[in-house]
């Protein structure tokens, strides 16, 4: 199979395929869903645990406050980065192959964004002081410090969450309608129609749908870049030691593209599998995205360098012991690992004919976001644990079983949400699929007609394969 | 006199296209084609504003209202919390710091943008709205659908012009 998708799909069979999806999907659904939810059950166990006996279960201490929970918190918000910023920037850019993938992309950021901001809660220890987080004044009339990178940070993820919402919602509301249509009275009917919004698909609707979704797509693609920068003023604006870094926004970045890209050709794989979707997710789009992967893979391998290499000439002797104690000390195992998975498993993806291997694809994507998860924690633990003064250094601080549960937990907790979604909501966008559908048979047949005969099956063959 | 809905459905863009232009060509008594005529399809299809002329999208006014007071009120807010009569002493420091409190500008910016421009969408596009009188699920699967609105005596005339290009079906219903 060398083009995108097949152009002689018939609409009637694209709906009917996807809307099985919402009914009938595979056994390992159902197998993944009771995995994810077993895991979810340890993950709300651990929480239960620590709110009752306190932060000491998770061992964590002063100055070590953040590690895993602050490291999940940023990896859960880098996760979130690709499915609406590529979907929005693919849009933008009309690569029509982001059609059959950008629907469960952009519901993979709104979970992933509802699972960090989860560890803001989880991190505090007294959860039932969260409110403390809302901007409000205290009896003094002094309001929370807007200068700082926190509330900037609360800001961002909220505008960036509920803007992710809508712009998914929104993109949703012709294919609620066709669900509206096909389904037998019941809860779901009840819902979509409720969702559908009275959708009929008139040109009015369309022409205001077109323009809304454009301007969405366009606010989105700076607010996205906006959120893991200033993500990253968490860290860079501190006086800590490798955190300190005028590299980070850009690093952040790109290390988020590259987690989501990774997260999204896992996803891609299962949902393949698991609602049969081989004729909508197909190998060359698996390819097109693993290219961009690779990409994104380098720039973040570039910007490690960066970095290094200013903590390395620079003179600052306190950065150069962290970047030393990562390498040599107690966290070395996990920083090479995090080089590995991140700068050289992503080789295996110039290797064409890995390319669209399903196996190596989902090990390898798997492989490189434990690489970003790494990364994340490398990112926290070996600055808390190496400060500038002896006093604090703590190089024995490990994660406590309670403290690992919970971050195992928000996996299951991330997975069950998904895997609910894309049961009870169409994860392929049945209305931009007939579309694509339409303008490459239109495309083909134009061709044809003005090419000399033979010349453009030749070409078009040739244009798919590569 | 009351007026008629009546709903033709078709196979594909062409053959609806045809059927637009001779509407919009015809002169029928009791039939407007610029208001009376509506274009249903399953699919986004920018040729369909060709054939059916120019109209009018509005929701990027809603856009920059949005965006441009919501960015502004989001600054007052903030500054102005920073600069209420109780603030701490600031030992020198600006009371209402520009930079940072850009950061939080552009981003109320962003989120008035982006909610104004879907409220603007569901009042430019009529949403949410109750079923038409007449609808078919066809359209929403591989049909494209062209309803049009006319007094009585203007139906025969318009059911001849989408029988004469072949409509799958005929819909007919009395209007409100």
């Not at chain 1, 006093?391 to 609910?420: A, K, R």
């Not at chain 2, 007449?134 to 699967?141: C, G, I, P, R, T």
Request: charged fraction near 15%; proline fraction near 5%; charge should be neutral.
């Amino acid at each position: 199979m060398t083009k995108d998708i097949r152009e002689d799909i018939a609409w009637a069979k694209i709906n009917q395929d996807v809307l099985k999806s919402l009914e009938t999907p595979r056994p390992a659904y159902w197998v993944i869903l009771a995995v994810a939810l077993s895991v979810f059950g340890v993950g709300l166990g651990c929480e239960i645990y620590q709110y009752q006996m306190g932060m000491g279960v998770s061992n964590l201490d002063n100055p070590h406050a953040w590690a895993l929970y602050i490291g999940s918190f940023i990896f859960w918000i880098g996760m979130s980065h690709s499915g609406t910023l590529l979907s929005a920037i693919l849009h933008i850019m009309h690569a029509d192959w982001r059609k059959p993938i950008y629907r469960f992309a952009e519901a993979m950021t709104t979970f992933s964004l509802i699972t960090a901001a989860l560890f803001v809660a989880v991190h505090l220890g007294r959860v039932w002081q969260i409110y403390y987080a809302l901007p409000y004044p205290n009896e003094r009339w002094a309001w929370p410090n807007w200068q700082s990178p926190l509330l900037w940070d609360a800001m961002a993820v909220f505008t960036y969450l509920s803007s992710s919402m809508i712009f998914l919602y929104v993109g949703m509301i012709p294919d609620l309608a066709i669900c509206r249509d096909n389904m037998h009275s019941g809860w779901r009917k009840k819902l979509y129609t409720l969702m559908a919004l009275g959708w009929e698909g008139t040109d009015r609707q369309w022409r205001n749908f077109r323009m809304t979704y454009l301007t969405v797509a366009c606010f989105l693609i700076p607010l996205a870049v906006s959120v893991h920068s200033i993500v990253s003023t968490d860290f860079a604006v501190s006086q800590q030691p490798g955190m300190h870094v005028t590299s980070f926004p850009p690093y952040f970045v790109a290390g988020a593209l590259y987690s989501g890209c990774a997260a999204i050709i896992s996803l891609f794989i299962i949902l393949r599998y698991v609602f049969r979707f081989e004729e909508y997710m197909t190998l060359p789009i698996l390819r097109k995205v693993v290219r961009l992967t690779f990409a994104i893979a380098m720039v973040w391998t570039y910007l490690n360098c960066v970095e290094f290499a200013a903590t390395w000439y620079g003179h600052d002797p306190a950065e150069k012991a962290v970047l030393v104690q990562k390498a040599i000390g107690p966290y070395a195992p996990f920083f090479w690992t995090m080089i590995f998975c991140g700068s050289v498993v992503p080789f295996a993806m110039m290797v064409k004919k890995w390319q669209t291997s399903i196996p190596i694809m989902f090990a390898v994507s798997l492989l490189l976001n434990l690489g970003m998860f790494l990364e994340r924690w490398m990112i926290i633990s070996p600055t808390l644990s190496h400060d500038y003064w002896p006093w604090q250094w703590d190089h024995n601080q490990w994660p406590s079983m309670i403290q690992w549960g919970i971050v195992f937990g928000s996996f299951g907790f991330f997975v069950t949400l998904f895997m609910v979604f894309c049961k009870v909501f169409p994860s392929v966008s049945m209305y931009e699929v007939k579309e694509m559908v339409y303008h490459r048979s239109l495309h083909s047949k134009k061709a044809e007609s003005a090419a000399p005969e033979g010349f453009v099956a030749e070409e078009l063959a040739v244009k798919g394969a590569n | 006199m009351s007026k008629r809905y009546l709903l033709a459905l078709y196979n594909n863009f062409e053959e609806a296209e045809q059927v637009v232009r001779e509407l919009r060509t015809s002169s029928i008594q009791g039939f407007n084609a610029a208001d009376d005529m509506v274009i249903k399809s399953p699919i986004e299809h920018p040729e369909v504003e060709e054939f059916i002329g120019p109209k009018p999208v509005k929701v990027q006014w809603f856009t920059l209202f949005g965006a441009t007071l919501i960015g502004s009120l989001g600054f007052l807010w903030v500054a102005s919390t920073q600069a209420n009569f109780f603030s701490q002493m600031k030992g020198g420091k600006p009371i209402v710091p520009i930079p940072p409190d850009m950061v939080l500008t552009y981003e109320f910016f962003i989120l008035g943008g982006v909610y104004i421009t879907v409220l603007g969408f569901l009042v430019c596009a009529g949403l949410p709205a109750r079923r038409s009188p007449l609808y078919s699920a066809k359209v929403s699967e591989d049909q494209i659908g062209i309803m049009v609105k006319a007094e009585e005596g203007a139906t025969t005339a318009l059911k001849g012009i989408f029988a004469k290009h072949k409509a799958l079906e005929i819909q007919e219903e009395v209007g409100r």
